[in-house]
């Protein structure tokens, strides 16, 4: 029998968090809770973060499923805004063999938080680099790197990645992501968020329908 699997770690102001797809469901806030064999296999990753002062930093939010595209996103509290998407990340997968690694802190004025899924011995990493201003009220920089390439967050901020192709093959996207961000910290209201984005976006935008369709093989209508 299975076994969901998390794992959380606290060390100066870095919180992480791993999860491993199974066959019969997936990791989540229950260590020790059985899963239901007739369960499709899938991982779902819950919300965690830092917050240091105005600045809040968020990593987890992932929702892999069989036979769909995964999706995980990280987010962002700026001094004196609400939560915000600092980056969405939709990419292929292999089912079983998928893991993900999710982690974020802050230290001082600057906050990390990453996500690196692996598929089939593959690799791609994920990071978003934000610093405040000396006064600690604004923004002073903020990036993104993804498979070691940086990219310019005022270009977008949505990332259709191919993780089967060695390296991973990364198309950035300017589409309009979710602006209300619910509490997440149970897997239930992230898998709930994750479908929707999911599937919002592929209704947004032909591109990445047809990406994700790659993976389930029906394009939208």
Request: glycine share 10%.
């Amino acid at each position: 029998m299975h076994h969901r699997l998390h794992h959380h770690h606290l060390h100066r102001h870095v919180i992480s968090a791993v999860c491993v797809m199974l066959v019969a469901g997936c990791t989540g806030n229950h260590p020790n809770l059985p899963l239901a064999p007739s369960k499709p296999a899938q991982l779902i990753m819950s919300e965690g973060g830092s917050t240091n002062g105005g600045l809040s930093i968020f990593h987890g939010n992932v929702v892999v499923k069989q036979g769909q595209p995964g999706i995980a996103m990280a987010a962002v509290a700026k001094p004196g805004h609400s939560k915000e998407i600092a980056y969405a990340l939709i990419f292929n997968h292999d089912g079983p063999n998928t893991s993900v690694k999710s982690e974020s802190g802050i230290s001082d004025a600057t906050g990390n938080t990453t996500h690196t899924m692996t598929c089939d011995g593959n690799d791609c990493n994920a990071a978003y680099h934000v610093t405040l201003s000396e006064d600690g009220k604004d923004v002073a920089t903020e990036s993104i790197t993804i498979a070691g390439k940086p990219y310019d967050p005022t270009q977008g901020r949505l990332f259709l990645i191919d993780i089967e192709s060695r390296p991973p093959t990364v198309t950035q996207m300017d589409l309009e992501l979710p602006a209300d961000i619910p509490d997440l910290k149970e897997t239930e209201a992230t898998e709930a968020f994750g479908d929707e984005t999911l599937n919002g976006l592929r209704h947004a935008d032909t591109n990445v329908d047809a990406f994700c369709a790659r993976m389930d093989g029906k394009a939208r209508e």
